[in-house]
């Protein structure tokens, strides 16, 4: 599949950038306080730094 951004209005540009680089949970993490309360987050990451990609 090739899109070219070029072609796309902003909002269907919006929705694929974030559809596809915004981080999704991978995880979920629980605690609990030592009063008894539970606790339950989800966990994502997403590299931030560039891979492969020359910086200037």
């Known amino acids: 599949m090739k899109i070219d ?3 796309l209005d902003y909002r269907d540009a919006h929705h694929l950038f974030i559809g596809a680089i915004v981080p999704r949970p ?6 609990v306080e030592e009063n008894g309360v539970f606790n339950l987050a989800p966990f994502s990451f997403y590299p931030t730094w560039p891979t492969g990609l020359s910086c200037l």
């Open 5 to 7: 951004p070029r072609s």
């Open 26 to 31: 991978i995880a979920w993490v629980s605690t």
